[in-house]
């Protein structure tokens, strides 16, 4: 297991291309998956240095807050609302370059400015939790953030 994540880069595509093993080391063998979303949450807010990381996930009829790093959130939230619940009911990753207009956006703080949701699923293709990523900066999140964290959460064992 990985004792640290060490990122020798600025750009964003290489960080990515730096953190996929070190992440890929930290969460093999460990097959729970809170103790692997908690993990990810960490490697990934030490890499990048964002506002906010973390998991909701699929209990029932709504999304309840998982392991995350930064400000506190929101605990719940409906299937089709906000940009996570969204994501649960279209099944499919979300950016979102401004909060601000995007239609009924929850806003859990302030601070948040953009955001990338990315579903995980299981072997039956159901949600079972989605990764949220919020900025403090507008047009943080592209297709290249899209690509590696659709790989990455795939290295989450449950």
Same mark, same amino acid.
């Given at each position: 297991?990985?004792?640290?994540? #060490?990122?020798?880069?600025?750009?964003?595509?290489? *960080?990515?291309?730096?953190?996929?093993?070190?992440?890929?080391?930290?969460?093999?063998?460990?097959?729970?998956?809170?103790?692997?979303?908690?993990?990810?949450?960490?490697?990934?807010?030490?890499?990048?240095? $964002?506002?906010?990381?973390? +998991?909701?996930?699929?209990?029932?009829?709504?999304?309840?807050?998982?392991?995350?790093?930064?400000? $506190?959130?929101?605990?719940? *939230?409906?299937?089709?609302?906000?940009?996570?619940?969204?994501?649960?009911?279209?099944?499919?990753? *979300? $950016?979102?370059?401004?909060?601000?207009? +995007?239609?009924?956006?929850?806003?859990?703080?302030?601070?948040?400015?953009?955001? #990338?949701?990315?579903?995980?699923?299981?072997?039956?293709?159901?949600? #079972?939790?989605?990764?949220? $990523?919020?900025?403090?900066?507008?047009?943080? +999140?592209?297709?290249?953030?899209?690509?590696?964290?659709?790989?990455?959460?795939?290295? *989450?064992?449950?």
């Amino acid at each position: 297991m990985a004792e640290q994540i #060490i990122i020798n880069t600025s750009d964003k595509e290489s *960080i990515y291309k730096e953190l996929m093993p070190q992440l890929r080391a930290l969460l093999e063998g460990e097959n729970d998956l809170i103790a692997n979303m908690a993990n990810f949450c960490g490697a990934y807010k030490e890499a990048f240095h $964002i506002l906010w990381v973390g +998991f909701y996930v699929v209990k029932g009829n709504e999304l309840v807050l998982g392991p995350y790093q930064g400000p $506190i959130a929101c605990t719940r *939230i409906q299937k089709g609302k906000g940009v996570c619940g969204t994501s649960w009911k279209k099944k499919e990753t *979300i $950016i979102v370059p401004d909060v601000d207009a +995007f239609e009924g956006h929850i806003s859990c703080s302030s601070l948040s400015k953009s955001e #990338i949701v990315v579903p995980l699923f299981n072997k039956k293709k159901e949600v #079972i939790a989605v990764l949220d $990523i919020d900025s403090s900066e507008m047009n943080t +999140f592209d297709t290249t953030d899209q690509k590696f964290l659709e790989e990455m959460v795939q290295l *989450i064992r449950f």
